[in-house]
């Protein structure tokens, strides 16, 4: 196995932004040290066989007056291209997981772009290991439609 090239089974096709909206009010002290509060949900939906939307939610606001609040819909769509038979827990295992670990990097970093030029301090979103997320909250975020 070792300098083996092993190749995936799950492709991402698209990625793009669904939705944005960012509202901030003439009160948002930019050069302050805001707490934020951060909220992340995600969902998986089938669109035919082997092809499925995943969407992240991304919502962040400044207390409870909300002088500042950004929602960012990211969606993907991703394809399996089977070369083996795999099992049903290892693709759903795949799209809980690996999905949103490729999806992530991509939303951080266009909630950092965005935050830095509508004129605050950049928002720069923590890093999260999204498998030990999925695997400590087990079907709270996630959702498998057809």
Do not use: H, W
């Not at 300098?3 to 003439?26: A, W």
């Not at 805001?34 to 995600?42: A, C, G, I, R, V």
């Amino acid at each position: 196995m070792k300098g083996q090239v092993v190749k995936s089974s799950l492709k991402l096709n698209e990625i793009f932004v669904e939705k944005v909206e960012f509202k901030r009010s003439e009160n948002f002290n930019k050069s302050a040290n805001n707490e934020l509060k951060f909220k992340f949900e995600s969902s998986i939906n089938e669109k035919d066989t082997n092809n499925y939307k995943v969407s992240i939610k991304v919502n962040i606001s400044s207390g409870a007056a909300e002088e500042l609040v950004i929602n960012v819909i990211m969606c993907a769509l991703f394809g399996f291209v089977f070369n083996e038979k795999l099992s049903n827990d290892i693709i759903k295992s795949m799209l809980e997981k690996n999905t949103l670990a490729i999806m992530y990097p991509y939303v951080r970093s266009y909630i950092t772009n965005l935050s830095a030029q509508s004129g605050i301090n950049p928002i720069i979103l923590p890093t999260i290991n999204i498998s030990a997320m999925i695997d400590s909250q087990e079907n709270s975020y996630n959702s498998i439609e057809k």
